[in-house]
């Protein structure tokens, strides 16, 4: 297939918290919070351009009350040990801004078809806020990374990495990898959320996402060489600034929660983020529908990080 040309931004309109995983048959399968926060979509493509006119199919629909009754958000499907796997967070009816993690698994080859059962919640070492949930492998050793709110500490949440054992289980330590502390990461909110593996040229690249979710939300990156300890905090050097944020030039406010993916042809690499095309929001941004599913190509500078530019302006 040939390169991907200019992709005509949104890619799925009134979709946060993006997640495309390329798989092995070729097809993109996407996944994102839906503006009611009540359900889990998947939907696919032979292409990124297609994710939007792809027939979303419900993968699984939250209860009325108790344990994922309220808030279903940033839903991520990753492929592991031959069977297909939705991380999502979810609330309470009664308490709708405390999440937890848990877990939906399919073993049909398509997870657009089949049963997805619930596996239950990943346990950390706290009952604390926490959500974003993505998994790595490297070096045959299977990682968590997620964001969550230490009850010791000031904040909203921190990420943090961990082994697995299996993709339903965390093995301990539990280690934060950052903080937000710097001005743009504390805006509204502290927050360090969305976390999203990216591993080339020696190292291993996990962006996430800061402040508050209207403009002022933008992307962070933390780095670590691949041969370090990947649970030492040492081992991760974090971006002073942000790496990818609102650019008034292209009308694109707050991007950011995004996940990595490849061109149709493997050979470019795809930003996948949402964003807004405007800067005031009435109300709480939360419930503000339009954070759009967007993508563009990027590149890398000469010292071997990656380089996302600006957020590309929509289609004419």
């Known amino acids: 297939m040939p390169k991907v040309g200019t992709l005509n931004n949104p890619i799925v309109e009134q979709r946060a918290d993006p997640w495309v995983y390329k ?8 996944t994102a919070s839906v503006p009611e926060y009540d359900r889990i979509e998947v939907r696919r493509s032979a292409t990124i351009q297609g994710l939007g006119e792809a027939e979303p199919v419900v993968a699984w629909r939250k209860y009325e009350e108790g344990p994922m009754s309220a808030n279903i958000w940033a839903p991520e499907i990753h492929y592991m040990d031959g069977k297909w796997y939705i991380y999502y967070a979810a609330a309470r009816a009664d308490a709708i801004f405390d999440h ?35 998994s790595f492998e490297h070096k045959g050793q299977r ?24 993709p339903l289980t965390i093995e301990g330590p539990q280690i934060m990898i950052t903080k937000p502390e710097y001005d743009w990461e504390t805006i509204g909110f502290l927050v360090n959320e969305g976390a999203a593996v990216l591993k080339r ?16 939300y933008c992307m962070g990156l933390l780095s670590a060489d691949e041969n370090s300890n990947l649970l030492d905090p040492a081992s991760w050097e974090k971006s ?3 790496v990818f944020q609102t650019n008034e030039e292209t009308s694109q406010y707050g991007p950011g929660h995004n996940s990595f993916t490849v061109s149709e042809d493997g050979s470019q690499d795809i930003l996948i983020y949402h964003a807004r095309n405007y800067r005031e929001i009435e109300g ?8 759009h599913t967007r993508a563009q ?8 990080t990656p380089n996302f530019g600006v957020p590309a302006e929509d289609a004419k």
């Open 201 to 216: 040229n020696g190292k291993i690249f996990i962006s996430y996402s800061a402040s508050a979710t209207d403009y002022n």
């Open 143 to 166: 990682y968590y990374v997620w964001a969550q709110r230490d009850p010791k500490i000031v904040g909203n949440s921190n990420l943090y990495i961990a082994k697995m054992v299996n």
């Open 23 to 30: 798989h092995t048959d070729g097809f993109y399968y996407f």
């Open 240 to 242: 002073e600034t942000p």
């Open 284 to 291: 709480d941004p939360l419930w503000d529908p339009n954070r």
């Open 297 to 304: 190509v990027f590149t890398w500078n000469e010292d071997g």
């Open 100 to 134: 937890r993690m848990y877990v939906i698994e399919n073993e049909s080859k398509n997870p657009l078809e089949g049963h997805w059962i619930e596996k239950g919640q990943v346990k950390t070492d706290w009952e604390s806020f926490s959500l974003d949930a993505t």
